[in-house]
């Protein structure tokens, strides 16, 4: 377990280290940026470790794994992220520990999150998930909505019982016109970000950036980053 710990507080300061000189390039103060550790594939143990090394926001894409991992982790002072497609029939069990999802990309998720929320006596932080290579209107490889149905999409949270529109996120697409240009599709979310506040002025998040590229989403203003493999390791392959 210190072999572990010793690799994870490493790995961890290179990252902190990345994230201020961006910070420092961009002009930007440091507690600008958030720093979201993925832990999917990963055990609790690792979790517990990320929180005794000063980690307060961690990540989740599937649900059969984040609710166990939650539940172990109860008792830790974390801020608990969904970033993974969710399908309707885990809304509830994600709204049991999530306290942010950042994958919202459709309206019958919004009413299914409304709903479980209201029962769960929680308001839960959205953010909606641009998808950069669907064109305007369409579903992108990996989810999100297309930057045509941001308005429509944020105006149906905001005015959701239960739900509080906090901003947008995307994944640097691997097809379309972004594919390989991450910080022109960064460039882009923080137009549309820019946008939505406009109508929205408290939807102020911005998630953008991962391992690779978190660099080049906090050049162009990003607000949180999301990092997995950078602090934890290559992940194992999934079975």
Request: charged share 25%.
């Amino acid at each position: 377990m210190t072999d572990r710990k010793d690799e994870l507080a490493a790995n961890l300061a290179k990252v902190e280290r990345r994230i201020a000189d961006a910070c420092a390039a961009a002009g930007r103060a440091r507690d600008e940026v958030t720093l979201i550790v993925v832990t999917k594939t990963y055990p609790a143990s690792d979790v517990r470790i990320l929180a005794e090394l000063g980690v307060r926001h961690v990540a989740e894409n599937r649900d059969q794994d984040a609710a166990p991992k939650a539940e172990a982790c109860s008792d830790l002072p974390l801020t608990w992220h969904f970033v993974g497609q969710l399908q309707t029939n885990k809304v509830r069990s994600v709204v049991g520990y999530a306290d942010f999802v950042q994958s919202v990309d459709r309206s019958k998720l919004v009413t299914a999150l409304s709903k479980e929320a209201v029962r769960a006596g929680r308001e839960l932080g959205c953010l909606l998930q641009v998808a950069l290579d669907a064109g305007e209107s369409g579903r992108g490889e990996r989810g999100g909505v297309g930057p045509g149905g941001i308005g429509e999409l944020a105006d149906l949270v905001a005015g959701a019982p239960g739900l509080r529109l906090d901003g947008l996120m995307t994944v640097a697409p691997l097809t379309g016109e972004y594919a390989g240009r991450e910080r022109a599709a960064f460039e882009r979310l923080m137009v549309l970000s820019t946008d939505l506040r406009r109508s929205h002025p408290a939807a102020t998040m911005v998630s953008a950036g991962m391992s690779t590229d978190l660099e080049q989403a906090v050049a162009v203003g990003a607000t949180h980053v999301r990092v997995g493999s950078a602090v934890l390791g290559v992940r194992p392959r999934l079975g």
